[in-house]
């Protein structure tokens, strides 16, 4: 599975967009991105993947890079509810789909 | 729609004792993976459960073993803990190779 590599820490306005940076150089071909987000301990929140397009839900928008090295999740308009630590994982559908989180990005969303 | 749920939420063990964690997983959800948090951590994946068995494990000693029952429930077990055990237990649920969703956690304390 490959690694990710996130900035360790981004604040943002509330009501701004936030956008989260990830690097996954050595992502496959077969290998999708996932965002998941965690909040003052709770269990990870899933928020998007994508393989190759790049995608929208209800929640977040997520762009992929067209050499697929990189994404960026896109939250339109923080809130303060949005504070949370962000992971981004790559992993592959084959094999036991296991996911290696890193350290993540801690956003905090300001008032 | 229940989501995934842990049991207990909370646990305080002495050195050398035996603990069990529970999970049952999202309705549909056939595969339980199991991670442990430690504090300012990243969740590290420990073992994942599939048709009743372990399909892989991560860096984890032999005192970590899980069982997987008929209706996809699942546990973990730890013996002879040690203080370093200390950490949030996750569990996640997912059909098979997708999108894994994550129960809110067992904090294990280990005096």
């Known amino acids: 599975d490959a690694k990710t590599t996130q900035p360790p820490s981004m604040d943002c306005a509330e009501g701004r967009a936030a956008n989260l940076p990830c690097n996954h150089s050595?992502?496959?071909?077969?290998?999708?991105v996932y965002w998941y987000r965690q909040i003052h301990s709770q269990g990870p929140q899933y928020i998007i993947h994508?393989?190759?397009n790049n995608e929208t839900n209800e929640m977040a928008s997520l762009i992929i890079t067209e050499d697929r090295k990189s994404s960026t999740l896109i939250l339109p308009h923080a809130t303060l509810r949005d504070t949370a630590v962000y992971y981004c994982?790559?992993?592959?559908?084959?094999?036991?789909?296991?996911?290696?989180f890193g350290t993540g990005t801690r956003l905090k969303v300001l008032a | 729609d229940a989501g995934v749920t842990q049991s207990p939420t909370h646990l305080i063990k002495t050195r050398g004792q035996q603990v069990t964690l529970r999970c049952s997983p999202k309705?549909?959800?056939?595969?339980v993976s199991w991670y442990q948090q430690a504090l300012g951590q990243g969740p590290q994946f420990i073992f994942q459960?599939?048709?009743?068995?372990?399909?892989q494990r991560g860096n984890f000693p032999d005192r970590f073993s899980g069982h997987q029952f008929p209706n996809y429930s699942s546990e973990l077990n730890v013996n002879a803990l040690l203080l370093g055990d200390s950490a949030l237990y996750l569990c996640?649920?997912?059909?098979?190779?997708?999108?894994?969703?994550f129960g809110p956690g067992t904090r294990l304390t280990v005096l």
């Open positions: 994982i790559v992993t592959s559908p084959s094999g036991t789909y296991k996911y290696i």
């Open positions: 459960y599939y048709e009743e068995e372990e399909r």
């Open positions: 050595t992502i496959s071909g077969n290998e999708y």
């Open positions: 994508g393989l190759k």
């Open positions: 309705s549909g959800h056939d595969t």
């Open positions: 996640a649920s997912s059909f098979y190779l997708n999108t894994q969703y």
